[in-house]
C-alpha cells in the first residue's frame, strides 16, 4: 500500500472518535493540517489547546481533502448543505448505517459519490474531546458500506487511511451491518440501560466484576443511544425478541427446576463464548 498522507483533513464533530482519529493522524504524521468544526466551543478550544488540532474552523474549508463526520446522523443534513460544492472524500462513523441514504441524498451527485459509509467498531462509554484515544483503532475493525454509486478510488482512500492508524476495513453491505450491530452492539446497550432502571443504589457495595462488565456500557450518552435505539428500531426490536424467547426459555427451565436442561443451555453459551 502507498504510503497515505493528505494535506488538509477537517473533522466534522470533534467528541471522543473525532479526537481518536486526530490523535492517531497527529501521531503518524498524515495530514499536513488538521481543522475541526463543532458546536461546543469548548470542544474546539480543548482541540487546539491539547495540539489536537491545528485550527478551529465555522464551515468545512473547501480545500479539505478528507472530511470525517463524526457528529450525530440527525445533524448530517444540516452540514451537508453547508459544505456543498465540495470536491474532497467524505466518510462518517455513524453505528447505523441505512439512514444515511437519505442524509447523502442532498447532495450532488459527485459528492455522493465521494462519501464512504464507515464505522468503526472501536470506542467507549465516555465521550468528548478528553477522552480521545491515538490507538482506538489499532487492531480494531471498521466496517465500511458503500451504496451502489460510491466512488471506488474515494472508498480506497477512505481505506487507507483506516489501514494507515491500525485498523483492519470489511466491506459489507448497510443492511448485513445494521442486523449484524443490533445484535452485537445495540442489543447489549440496551439491555444494560433496562438492568440499571431496577437496580437499587444501595445494592452497589455488595457488588463485583460481573456488575462492573456488565453496567459499564449503561454509563454512555443517554442521547446518542436512544439516538442509535430510535435509527435501527426494526433491527433492535427483532434481536430483542429473540433475546426475549431465549430468557424465557432459560426461565423455564428454572421454574421446572430442570438441572439437566439448565446445565445444557449454559454449556451452549459457554460454548458460543468460548468456540
Known amino acids: 500500500m502507498p504510503n497515505f498522507r493528505v494535506k488538509k483533513l477537517a473533522i466534522v464533530g470533534l467528541g471522543m472518535i473525532g479526537a481518536s482519529i486526530a490523535k492517531a493522524v497527529k501521531k503518524k504524521l498524515l495530514a499536513d493540517r488538521i481543522v475541526a468544526i463543532d458546536r461546543s466551543i469548548e470542544h474546539l478550544r480543548y482541540g487546539v489547546d491539547q495540539g489536537l488540532i491545528d485550527e478551529q474552523v465555522d464551515r468545512v474549508p473547501k480545500d479539505a481533502e478528507l472530511v470525517a463526520f463524526c457528529a450525530p446522523i440527525a445533524s448530517f443534513g444540516e452540514i451537508i448543505e453547508s459544505v456543498e460544492p465540495h470536491s474532497g472524500v467524505f466518510f462518517d462513523v455513524a453505528s447505523v448505517k441505512t439512514p444515511l441514504t437519505e442524509a447523502l441524498s442532498r447532495m450532488s451527485k459527485g459528492s455522493m459519490a465521494r462519501f464512504v459509509p464507515c464505522h468503526p467498531i472501536a470506542g467507549s462509554e465516555k465521550t468528548g474531546p478528553e477522552n480521545g484515544q491515538e490507538r482506538l483503532f489499532e487492531n480494531s ?15 480506497a482512500k477512505v481505506e487507507q487511511l483506516w489501514s494507515a492508524i491500525g485498523a483492519k476495513t470489511l466491506r459489507m453491505s448497510a443492511d448485513e451491518h445494521d ?3 443490533a445484535v452485537t452492539s445495540h442489543l447489549p446497550h440496551f439491555l444494560s440501560f433496562a438492568y440499571m432502571l431496577g437496580v437499587d443504589k444501595k445494592l452497589e457495595t455488595l457488588t463485583g466484576g460481573g456488575y462492573r462488565d456488565f453496567t459499564r456500557i449503561a454509563a454512555a450518552d443517554p442521547e446518542l443511544w436512544w439516538g442509535i435505539f430510535q435509527m435501527n428500531r426494526e433491527e433492535l426490536l427483532r434481536a430483542l425478541e429473540k433475546f426475549r424467547l431465549d430468557i424465557d426459555a432459560l426461565e423455564e427451565m428454572l421454574v421446572a427446576d430442570d438441572h439437566e436442561a439448565g446445565i445444557r443451555a449454559l454449556a451452549d453459551a459457554v460454548r458460543r463464548k468460548l468456540g
Open 179 to 181: 442486523k449484524a450491530l
Open 141 to 155: 475493525l471498521v466496517a465500511i458500506t458503500p451504496l451502489a454509486f460510491t466512488d471506488k478510488d474515494a472508498v
